[in-house]
């Protein structure tokens, strides 16, 4: 038997109408389907470029819920406060949402459930933000995972479910309850120093995610294995700010890399195998919440990290002024885009945290205020990795050396002349976008001239290594 009460549909990092596990059931049940985002301490607490990124993501979705004839209700405040405002409002019988894995969203979700319950009301969560769930994948001796290779080889072979459709219909309420104004949030305020060049590079939404899935498998995933390394190259699916937001699913993901596959395009399962590269980091973030804050292998906490993040050499890092090209190419691509390409992430997590012993925290952070890909199991086990203090870390000995890394990976210098302007007689756009991207007390200016690097590279190795050495861990 169908229930006519209404159901809420709380939208969070699930900002997409297909494959929403949450969303079909919502409208299986039978009644209207009221689809609420909050914002909520959590969401109000993300860094300056996620908080910018998610509005533009809820704006977008409301969109696509109104062209189906429903609508997106949106409220501030406490998420528990909100929803028991709403179902006694709408009668709604019952709250369905997809789940979140970071701890302060579980905290939040199970209290709200709990609360939910006790009040007779429906509350549910679905999965979707993941393939596999973090508690289905044990070891043989039933823990879980510390290295990737044989996490990928227990779940490589696994049937992920097949995406499901869009729903034809959504049921709508007679009359909508009240919804807030998403300008009054202001949630690009911290963004003033240079949303209107970021926003040039945003793959805004659900529509414009599944199109460039599709573009990726058609014309560059027989390539990924090779071109993923080379940032100056369109390689990759750069689909991660969509998965980030849920704008598209993994699923959705997974199966159009398996046809590939099937159809014998070579870095199709390389593709594969990167998507469960996200799947582990949220492994670890299930299992070990230590990892988005403090060092995974403790013995690290006796390193003697330097941890101002006010230091002149963090802010040339920040600024993209460390006079070593492919770091500063990529800290503007992120300042500029909102994202970086995955070499660059290695190699200037790597010189942060070895050429200037920077504890990875602060490079962590900037990334959280940074990327609007952010992701925090993701952001947290790459800064790990690249510190040396992660699981399944690059060890700490292995310095990236980014003047040999360049050559390999950047021939031609394409990235780096993208990306860099000053002395340069006729600088890429997107090199000078940075000048209008950055807050002006910054002071740079195009015709500065370029710096001589604050640690040259054999001196900041010798020191990194010498540190290492002489620990007493
Ligand atoms: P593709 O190469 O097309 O890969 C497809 C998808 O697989 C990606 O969209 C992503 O969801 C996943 N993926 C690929 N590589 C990784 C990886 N190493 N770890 C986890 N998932 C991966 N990724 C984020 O999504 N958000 C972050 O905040 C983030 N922070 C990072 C910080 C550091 C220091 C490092 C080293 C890596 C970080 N990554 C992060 C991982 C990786 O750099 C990006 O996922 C990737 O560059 C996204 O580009 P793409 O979508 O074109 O990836």
Avoid at 206 to 212: G, M, N, V
Avoid at 326 to 354: C, P, Q, W
Avoid at 434 to 446: I, K, N, Q, V
Wanted: net charge negative; hydrophobic share 40%.
């Amino acid at each position: 038997m169908t229930d006519t009460k209404p159901t809420i549909l709380w939208y969070r990092r699930d900002l997409r109408l297909s494959d929403h596990a949450a969303l079909t059931a919502a409208c299986k049940r039978g009644g209207p389907v009221i689809a609420v985002f909050i914002h909520d301490d959590l969401s109000d607490g993300l860094g300056a470029a996620p908080k910018w990124r998610l509005g533009l993501g809820v704006e977008e979705l409301a969109k696509t819920l109104e062209e189906k004839g429903s609508r997106l209700i949106l409220r501030r405040g406490a998420a528990l406060d909100v929803l028991r405002d709403l179902v006694s409002e709408t009668g709604a019988g019952a709250v369905y949402w997809s789940r979140l894995y970071d701890p302060d969203s579980i905290a939040r979700d199970t209290a709200v459930k709990e609360a939910l319950k006790s009040d007779g009301i429906e509350a549910k969560s679905f999965g979707g933000h993941l393939m596999f769930e973090p508690w289905t994948v044990e070891t043989g001796s039933g823990g879980f995972y510390k290295v990737f290779t044989p996490f990928w080889n227990n779940v490589k072979s696994r049937d992920v479910d097949a995406p499901l459709p869009t729903p034809a219909q959504i049921p709508a309420p007679d009359t909508w309850p009240q919804s807030d104004k998403l300008d009054d949030w202001h949630m690009g305020a911290a963004m003033n120093r240079g949303a209107d060049v970021v926003r040039r590079f945003v793959r805004l939404g659900e529509t414009a995610a599944q199109a460039r899935l599709g573009h990726f498998i058609a014309h560059i995933v027989q390539d990924y294995k090779a071109l993923r390394d080379i940032p100056g190259e369109d390689g990759t699916s750069n689909l991660s700010e969509n998965l980030a937001l849920g704008e598209i699913s993994p699923h959705q993901c997974w199966h159009a890399g398996q046809r590939a596959r099937h159809e014998g395009k070579q870095g199709a399962e390389t593709f594969l195998k990167e998507l469960v590269w996200r799947e582990f980091a949220y492994h670890l973030m299930h299992h070990t919440p230590r990892i988005l804050t403090d060092n995974w292998r403790e013995d690290w906490d006796a390193f003697p990290w330097q941890d101002d993040a006010r230091a002149s050499e963090v802010w040339a890092w920040k600024k993209g002024r460390t006079g070593i090209p492919f770091v500063d190419a990529a800290m503007r691509e992120l300042y500029v885009t909102g994202r970086m390409h995955n070499r660059g992430r290695m190699i200037v997590a790597s010189y942060l945290t070895k050429h200037l012993m920077t504890h990875w925290r602060i490079g962590l952070e900037w990334f959280n205020d940074c990327l609007i890909d952010w992701d925090p199991a993701s952001n947290a086990m790459g800064w790990q990795w690249s510190a040396g203090s992660g699981p399944d870390a690059t060890p700490y000995f292995r310095v990236f050396n980014p003047v040999t890394q360049l050559d390999k990976f950047d021939k031609n210098r394409q990235y780096a002349s993208r990306w860099i302007a000053e002395g340069r007689a006729s600088p890429h756009a997107d090199a000078l976008a940075f000048f209008d991207a950055m807050p002006r007390h910054w002071g740079l200016s195009p015709d500065d001239a370029y710096p001589d690097p604050v640690v040259p590279v054999d001196q900041g190795r010798h020191r990194a290594l010498d540190a290492y050495e002489n620990r007493d861990f």
